[in-house]
T-cell receptor, first 115, second 110 residues
Framework: EAGVTQFPSHSVIEKGQTVTLRCDPISGHDNLYWYRRVMGKEIKFLLHFVKESKQDESGMPNNRFLAERTGGTYSTLKVQPAELEDSGVYFC?????????????FGEGSRLTVL | RKEVEQDPGPFNVPEGATVAFNCTYSNSASQSFFWYRQDCRKEPKLLMSVYSSGNEDGRFTAQLNRASQYISLLIRDSKLSDSATYLCVATSGSARQLTFGSGTQLTVLP
């Protein structure tokens, strides 16, 4: 069975450009999460989808970040315009149950470098 | 103050050693706790859940002390393959998010 897949694995862009990250969760997982790790810091929550609905987006840093999950399958995270401090690794995860009761399966991450 | 605090290490131990990691959390409303393992440049993977009664999985033992808001992980008879970063994780008070510690780096030496 395929795990969580993320694309691209690495993206290098200039400040002010736009980047869109994609996540394909494990088939059948209603819960989809975005987390990120910026250099030297811990992994931090961004948001949580249940199917196509945003359950919790309290971790989104500002309105330059837009996440979507149309149809409740794959998700995209767009950063527009990108700033230097957005550099880091963006992890997507999925689960059958919520985080309190179930295991989250993470993708290998999309490494974003903003120059 | 970070919500989940860990000693970042690094811990360098010989094969066969026993090593213990500690973690404290600040949100008393946190309900569930986990240890995740992350290999270099890979994704975090669940190692084990942590219960107040303590739980064991082979060479790994995890313990939770809710009164002290303290979590531990003990690795016995460490193997080279145990080398990784170990992440202490707690659910948020709302139980909708995972809160990660910064991780403790372990290197097991031959």
């Amino acid at each position: 069975e395929a795990g969580v897949t993320q694309f691209p694995s690495h993206s290098v862009i200039e400040k002010g450009q736009t980047v869109t990250l994609r996540c394909d969760p494990i088939s059948g997982h209603d819960n989809l999460y975005w987390y990120r790790r910026v250099m030297g810091k811990e992994i931090k929550f961004l948001l949580h989808f249940v199917k196509e609905s945003k359950q919790d987006e309290s971790g989104m840093p500002n309105n330059r970040f837009l996440a979507e999950r149309t149809g409740g399958t794959y998700s995209t995270l767009k950063v527009q315009p990108a700033e230097l401090e957005d550099s880091g690794v963006y992890f997507c995860a999925s689960s059958q149950e919520g985080p309190n009761t179930g295991e989250l399966f993470f993708g290998e991450g999309s490494r974003l470098t903003v120059l | 103050r970070k919500e989940v605090e860990q000693d970042p290490g690094p811990f360098n131990v010989p094969e066969g050693a026993t090593v213990a990691f500690n973690c404290t959390y600040s949100n008393s409303a946190s309900q569930s706790f986990f240890w995740y393992r992350q290999d270099c440049r890979k994704e975090p993977k669940l190692l084990m859940s942590v219960y107040s009664s303590g739980n064991e999985d082979g060479r790994f033992t995890a313990q939770l002390n809710r009164a002290s808001q303290y979590i531990s992980l003990l690795i016995r008879d460490s193997k080279l393959s145990d080398s990784a970063t170990y992440l202490c994780v707690a659910t948020s008070g709302s139980a909708r998010q995972l809160t990660f510690g910064s991780g403790t780096q372990l290197t097991v030496l031959p």
